[in-house]
């Protein structure tokens, strides 16, 4: 199957949140810990990059920067927050950084709880300023063992893609 190239691009970017792609209410298997890590990594021609990242943790959430050094002295940076609600029903994770060629690009997700599933509302700026969001509302009927995932999303060229998706879940035939 070929992927439209602005799906792809849309998807690209959505990329960009990666850890948002499950219902992220700040919730994860493991407890998220401070620390700090250096990484040099040379590739086959012999180029380096080097990074440095570090990220602290609160009781409500946590910050993670990331900078790069390229092989011919061109930098990026990169930082990814998230915070929950003081009520815990949402978390809000959002992303900035500046790529090594210059460009910037950003991009926030909220995710809440909902009493049925959850929703979230994503928006992604890519280098040239362009924006696409993505909205998402899961919906959990019990009573009828279904899940509903309805998504609608906006390309950079602000195009619009939706899809409704039914599942059926623990117990229904």
């Known amino acids: 199957m070929k992927i439209p190239f602005v799906a792809l691009s849309v998807l690209l970017s959505f990329s960009a949140l990666s850890?948002?792609?499950v219902a992220d209410t700040g919730?994860?298997?493991?407890?998220?810990?401070?620390?700090?890590?250096?990484?040099?990594?040379t590739?086959?021609?012999g180029k380096t990059i080097t990074s440095h990242t570090e990220q602290v943790v609160s009781d409500t959430g946590f910050v993670r920067t990331t900078d790069k050094t390229g092989p011919n002295g061109q930098?990026?940076?990169?930082?990814?927050a998230g915070t929950r609600s003081t009520?815990?029903?949402?978390?809000?994770?959002?992303?900035?950084?500046?790529?090594l060629n210059g460009k910037t690009y950003?991009?926030?997700?909220?995710?809440?709880?909902t009493e049925d599933g959850y929703e979230r509302h994503?928006?992604?700026?890519?280098?040239?300023g362009k924006t696409a969001t993505r909205d998402v509302v899961v919906d959990v009927d019990k009573?009828?063992?279904?899940?509903?995932?309805?998504?609608?999303?906006?390309?950079?060229?602000?195009?619009?893609?939706?899809?409704?998706?039914?599942?059926?879940i623990g117990g229904g035939q």
Do not use: I, M, P, Q
């Open 19 to 21: 850890g948002l792609a």
């Open 27 to 41: 919730n994860h298997v493991g407890k998220r810990h401070d620390f700090s890590r250096d990484v040099t990594r």
């Open 43 to 45: 590739n086959g021609a």
């Open 75 to 80: 930098t990026a940076h990169r930082e990814v």
């Open 87 to 99: 009520d815990g029903k949402s978390f809000t994770k959002t992303v900035e950084g500046t790529r």
């Open 106 to 113: 950003s991009g926030s997700a909220t995710t809440t709880r």
């Open 122 to 128: 994503s928006t992604a700026t890519n280098g040239a």
């Open 143 to 168: 009573a009828n063992h279904t899940l509903t995932k309805e998504r609608t999303s906006v390309g950079f060229n602000g195009k619009t893609h939706s899809s409704t998706v039914v599942k059926t």
